[in-house]
């Protein structure tokens, strides 16, 4: 993409409004828009990332089995009083009159509706097990929604229902996502620790939170420092072997890790004092066993291999892409600006074209691009009249991982400079060398 | 994906409420499920069919240079108080409150929000021409929805909005949006015929509906026959050339094609007997040139050149890939089933194993699969215990356009069954030829 083709509002001030890191730098780079309180456009840098952090998840939920299905964002309130939601839901639940007067709401969650198309679906064991998953917007009207795309109103949902026809099957599904969380996450180049959680509204008995460690984080978690070391589990893991799913979350869930409500400080102090780590995380995923609290008021029953009707298990499984985002980003930044990892980074590689018209420049960097491109790499050229240093500070605020530095004085000796937006580190490379590097 | 673990709710029985052919296949075929009056979850069948439409025309709009962004669905209504269509709208708009007694509304177009964000960054002529689009649910009330997502309440849209600091500029733009369109429809295999169109709510002066021809068509229209036959403007063209745009607009608004409200009965008779043709037909996109209408309420002005602010010339540009789902089918099946076109065909092969057990027959059926599989090609591998009418008729109802049918018989000579969706027509090959047909 040529910056001079592409629309990228970058703020060179400081936004009054934004309190947190993650915001300011993503009004700052042109991620985002607000259009009213809690509620924001996504402009093309963000959405790009946005949709990479999807389609990590979406590769991780397909690689457990689970199928994509799309849900819509109205939804009957008459769903919601069947499980008895309706009136407990509160005013967080954005409720609608369409012009029948008929009681609407935009979906929060969506326990109801799944459990729903599966009753009317879904009628014998052999469908079982099922995990249907859909990455689509909810919202939540929060009394004062703040942090920009980190607590937002409307906000993006990757929810994930399994269907299972007793406990243990319902188990296995549950340890499924748990092992695609970790996969999806570390993908992501984030250390996610699972924690024992409350279930809270969602109901049920088996819950684990996903937190990634921040210094900026909203609460306070504690853990074993080993957990910084620990691997995530191969691609081909089978998941359709329960007892390796199981010894994986064994593995995963025997060190102690906390957040503070569930904090029990002599178990914590039982942990060798230079592996105690107490730090700010920042949840990023959520995942709950709630066996039949929903299939009981929706009746969704299968039939089993004796014949007779059995409550259908269930459990769901959350991951909020567009919160994600944020929280990226709180984890990694500096002074200058974001630092993406490379599998979420909008661009791959900038090129900077330092002389613009300068001709020998100009063909240097058109060449560069051309070729990156062709290779599938993805690149954003800086082809604008722009000085030398708004270009550095741009794709240093907008985070790209590569940045080729293309002037006059370096290109005669053949040269440009190769920067790595990690740890600001540059080098001399011929065009060639360069390519070479980034061509992937 | 192996039909065993997918979910594919396939009817049997006509489902009585759905009155038009594409409604009745998407329901039996297992594409969609109705949630509430006009509101459809899109299961996984449907949702692959959407995402290959959605993609198309993604690729068509970005050939084009314009960018992608995503605005929220739920809007402020003080923003349609500043274009003045708050109160003309009428019912067919959502409103809400939220919490806070503050009026917002589900976005049933974006001019407004688009306009705003425009305002908002762009200042001076050299950040354009600019061409924004997105890809998202609106919502537009309506009294009496039916026909599916063909008419659906809550439906996808991909809306794109361009800005120019002239009308010539405008008319560029226009037109690049003209030969995208004739592209992306052409590479989803239908004939679309652009017919000059009323502007409507929308206001303007210039204005063009891309209407499909298919028996069921909601309305009728009336055409040169040799529009069935022109080639579609080929990827290569140079959207960047002005001249070359517009010669290729003259060239498809040259012949006659007008709808009903526009019929010219005495221009139609001038057309040679044997090319005039009248039919029914379907709209399946609509572009705008509206000039000043929304930058002036909004005030929306860069500096040209002469260092003057002048308001931005704007269009609009719309496709509904839901409803396209559905016209589509429309225009493409028979009494078997669908039968897509092979670019958004939600499987491009079928694997009927027609004797499950038969430990021959599951090898062969493993063997192709994985091999297709790993070619890139997506296949249904129908695994399951059904018999095989039941399965020839899945397979024909979901318009596979390629099944390769495996059973005992013709697997002990060394074959199996190739056949093609589109004609039925079947023949014996090895399955090494089957692979080498089909794998890309």
């Known amino acids: 993409m040529r910056l001079s083709r592409y629309f990228l509002p970058i703020l060179r001030e400081v936004p009054k409004e934004a309190d947190i890191v993650s915001h300011r730098l993503m009004l700052r780079a042109g991620m985002i828009r607000q259009e009213s309180a809690g509620i924001y456009a996504w402009l093309p840098l ?14 991780e ?47 929060p969650t969506n326990e109801e509706m799944i459990t729903e198309i599966v009753r009317g679906s879904v009628k014998s064991y052999k ?35 399994s269907f299972d026809l007793d406990a243990e099957g319902a188990r296995h599904s549950y340890n499924k996502m748990f092992v695609a969380y970790l996969r999806t996450f570390a993908r992501m180049g984030l250390k996610a620790i699972p924690m024992v959680a409350d279930t809270g509204p969602i109901g049920g008995n088996l819950s684990h939170e996903f937190i990634i460690l ?77 066996g039949t609290k ?20 269930m459990g769901s499984y959350g991951i909020g892409p567009s919160r994600l985002v944020a929280a990226m980003i709180e984890a990694s930044h500096d002074e200058q600006g974001i630092i993406w990892p490379d599998a979420v980074a909008p661009f791959q590689v900038g090129i900077l074209n330092l002389k613009v018209g300068d001709s020998a420049v100009d063909a240097a960097c058109a060449d560069l691009y051309a070729k990156l491109t062709m290779a599938g790499v993805e690149v954003l050229y800086d082809d ?11 794709a240093d605020l907008i985070g790209l991982p590569w940045q080729i530095l293309v002037g006059p004085k370096s290109l005669a000796d053949g040269k440009v400079e190769l920067k790595r937006r990690v740890d600001g580190s540059r080098e001399l490379v011929t065009p060639a060398e360069a390519f070479e590097r980034l061509k992937g």
Not at 89 to 98: A, C, S
């Open 46 to 59: 963000g959405l790009k990332v946005l949709n990479k952090i999807c389609n990590i998840i979406r590769e």
């Open 294 to 313: 929903y299939s009981e008021p929706f009746n969704a029953k299968v039939l089993g291999p004796d014949g007779a009707e059995k409550l259908l298990h």
């Open 214 to 290: 921040a210094s900026t984080g909203e609460s306070e978690v504690f853990c074993h420092g080993d957990y910084l070391e620990k691997a995530p589990p191969p691609a081909d893991v089978n998941f359709d072997d329960a007892a390796a799913m199981q010894a994986l979350v064994d593995d995963w869930t025997t060190l102690y890790a906390a957040t503070e409500e569930k904090h029990d400080t002599a178990a914590f102090a039982a942990i060798p004092a230079e592996r105690q780590m107490a730090a700010r995380g920042i949840e990023v995923g959520h995942i709950f066993y709630f």
């Open 61 to 107: 939920q397909n690689r457990t089995g689970a199928v994509e299905l799309l849900m819509p964002t109205i939804q009957s309130a008459d769903l919601w009083r069947e499980s008895g939601r309706y009136d407990d839901y509160g005013k967080e639940m954005l409720r609608i009159k369409d012009r029948h007067e008929r009681d609407m709401l935009f979906g």
């Open 127 to 161: 469908s079982l097990p099922l995990n249907l998953y859909h990455i689509q917007w909810k919202f939540r009207d929060e009394v004062r929604p703040r942090f920009g795309v980190y607590r937002s109103r409307e906000f993006l949902m990757k929810d994930a229902y």
């Open 384 to 394: 604008t009249d722009e000085r030398a240093g708004s270009k550095f500070a741009t």
